[in-house]
């Protein structure tokens, strides 16, 4: 009776929520305190209960035992699926829909931009990160920034998701670059339908799109404030860009030329043919920084990855050139206290991660930036120094700035240069900042998407794809751009990630993938800015802590802290502040509030709190589930 009670004040709480009268509480509901029902009940983020383990999330469960796909858009995720079908790997997969997605995103990850990416080879047995920044260009000193400031003209990064992509087929995928492009190309020279974000994405950066002759055009085919759901969009120039490079692809085949031979042609005719001189002419014209050696003399590399360990989950990550390092900084730090007995998302649960996110977000301010130029500390990703931070956490009060830095090589909780308060600038005036920096991401600079593959192999491919081109220039004749990704350097030079010539910047984008007991288990990756590792974090915790699917680990509500400079700001514009999804009760934010928060709502549902893409797999059975966030048009498909 003890049980039905709470169970019935549970349901009536969630239901509550939903503006839904308790008398209309399904009766085939699971027994309360078993299962995962007893830990998702209060937020009523579920549709139907079958029992205790079998609770229907807010979209269809996509399953496949030969390969699943779940990306930013549908067209993007019927690529890769039609990849797989024909007998492609996730590599091939995930190369069809990456370039496919960047053709459907040209607002939030359009062709051409940043694309970390993290992939399983079960060939090789290894995991593996192809370095996905762009280097900034040799013109691109300390001084001309200070001199100059940042500007949608001035922040252009080298591209580096071309390079991603062809490395990626190159190197693990099995079939030529013209098949991989085959379906970006048609949705490019065919059109796509505008949907409902990308139509508020064009309305709310209109001045910036409006900057850009050519942007204009592009994005105000039918007249400027003329756009409708529906619409067709059509880049016949990415067009003539992809048949370009498919014919430099053809030439080297002709040649006698291998597979390998061909796609280094279709890489190379970007980055050292016409292309690459009509972006020197562009950038020139308009007194940008960008030159053709800087594009001609680009290359990436693999890399291995950064990685920690969780309850037995080994978690890879990127390095410095990312915000990969935030994550294995985190989950050291988490280790340290007992989740289950904090209990989920209450606000002892929600206070302790909000506050350790605090802590890796400020060292990684201080240290984290591109590992050629500044190496990280010793000890700064071991799990000693992790202790010693998480003393700083106070259980009763929030912290009401970003707490100092620590120094790891001294194992000191706090270091001796850490500034008292980050509210304001710290030593190079205004021009170091960039104002509303860690607001609103897609305010300014637009925002990402992301993409996972898995097969039935066991290969694991996982990206996050970013940089449009509203408030950025695309260049005449091309139909793509170079992403504003500088803006994410800092002007301060004490800290890692300060701006210099063949650098990369620290980018938010940040993929993750998990493996268990050697074998893969998730890859996982989200748009958001720099709450993107935040969101993957609770969804990570989720699954391995609270024991959820990938659809239920996605649905739960979210919180996401401020309290901290946005990348490429040295200025916390938002101290203390904490957004929770309105799921969360009342009661909880109250709470919060009480230990100091400066607790913001988010909504029920809001597409800031990030949209996760995830692949899973059953290490048991090798069952493979695909999953994405509802909070944007994410798809999935799996067979």
């Known amino acids: ?93 995930g190369v069809a829909a990456g370039m496919a997605l960047k053709v459907v995103k040209m607002d939030y990850a359009g062709w051409t931009g940043v694309a970390p990416l993290l992939v399983y080879s079960a060939a090789e047995d290894r995991v593996l990160t192809r370095v996905g920044a762009g280097t900034s260009p040799a013109l691109a000193t300390l001084d001309y920034f200070l001199e100059h400031g940042k500007s949608p003209i001035n922040n252009a990064l080298i591209p580096a998701d071309v390079d991603v992509w062809l490395a990626a087929l190159d190197r693990f995928g099995t079939i030529s670059f013209s098949e991989a492009a085959a379906p970006a190309l048609r949705i490019a020279e065919e059109g796509y339908h505008l949907y409902k974000m990308q139509k508020r994405m064009i309305e709310d950066h209109r001045d910036g799109i409006l900057a850009f002759p050519y942007n204009r055009d592009f994005w105000f085919p039918n ?28 030439q080297a085949l002709a040649a006698g030329g291998s597979r390998s031979d061909g796609i280094r042609a279709a890489r190379d005719a970007f980055y050292k043919g016409e292309p690459a001189r009509a972006v020197d002419r562009f950038f020139r014209e308009q007194e940008g920084i960008v030159r053709y050696e800087d594009l001609a003399n680009y290359e990436s590399r693999w890399e291995e990855p950064l990685g920690t360990s969780f309850h037995g989950y080994d978690v890879h990550a990127a390095a410095g050139w990312s915000q990969g390092p935030r994550i294995v900084l985190m989950l050291n730090m988490l280790e340290n206290y007992d989740l289950h007995a904090l209990g989920y998302n209450t606000p002892a649960y929600i206070h302790v991660v909000s506050q350790v996110i605090n802590l890796a977000i400020a060292d990684a301010h201080k240290y984290v930036a591109d590992p050629d130029f500044a190496p990280p500390p010793e000890n700064l990703y071991t799990k000693e120094y992790a202790r010693e931070r998480v003393g700083l956490i106070d259980e009763a009060r929030a912290f009401q700035d970003m707490p100092p830095w620590g120094d790891p090589e001294r194992m000191a909780a706090v270091a001796d240069d850490a500034p008292a308060s980050f509210v304001e600038p ?5 021009a170091a900042s960039r104002p509303g920096s860690n607001d609103d991401p897609a305010a300014n600079y637009g925002d990402t998407s992301s993409l996972n593959v898995m097969d039935g192999d066991g290969n694991v491919f996982s990206l996050t794809e970013s940089d449009g081109h509203t408030s950025t220039p695309m260049i005449p004749g091309w139909g793509f751009g170079l992403g504003g990704r500088m803006y994410q350097f800092n002007l301060d030079p004490g800290l890692a990630n300060v701006m210099a010539p063949g650098k990369r910047p620290r980018n938010t984008n940040s993929p993750l993938l998990v493996m268990k007991d050697g074998q893969p288990f998730m890859g996982l990756s989200t748009p958001g800015g720099d709450q993107q590792l935040q969101s993957l974090l609770q969804v990570f915790l989720n699954v391995v802590v609270w024991g959820m699917s990938p659809e239920q680990a996605l649905d739960q509500p979210r919180f996401g802290s401020y309290n901290f400079p946005g990348t490429g700001s040295e200025v916390n514009n938002n101290p203390a502040v904490i957004n929770i999804e309105e799921r969360i009760p009342a009661a909880t934010a109250d709470a919060l509030r009480a230990m100091g928060h400066d607790v913001r709502p988010w909504g029920r549902w809001n597409w800031r709190a990030c949209a996760p893409t995830v692949t899973w797999r059953d290490p048991e059975t090798g069952l493979m589930i695909a999953a994405g966030d509802v909070r944007r048009e994410t798809a999935s498909l799996g067979f």
């Open 223 to 250: 007249g400027v404030g003329e756009q409708r759901l529906g619409d067709l969009m059509v880049n016949a120039d990415l067009g003539r860009l992809i048949r370009y490079l498919m014919d430099a692809e053809r």
């Open 1 to 93: 009776m003890k049980h039905l009670t709470w169970l019935a004040a549970a349901l009536a709480l969630a239901l509550a929520a939903c503006g839904v009268p308790a008398t209309d509480a399904p009766e085939d509901t699971a027994p309360a305190g078993e299962g995962v029902f007893a830990t998702i009940a209060p937020f009523g983020s579920y549709g139907h209960v079958h029992d205790a383990d079998n609770v229907e999330a807010m979209r269809p469960r996509v399953m496949g035992t030969h390969g699943v796909i779940s990306s930013g858009h549908y067209l993007a995720t019927q690529a890769g699926y039609d990849v797989l079908r024909a007998g492609g790997n996730a590599f091939d997969a």
């Open 426 to 430: 710290v030593s190079t005036g205004a």
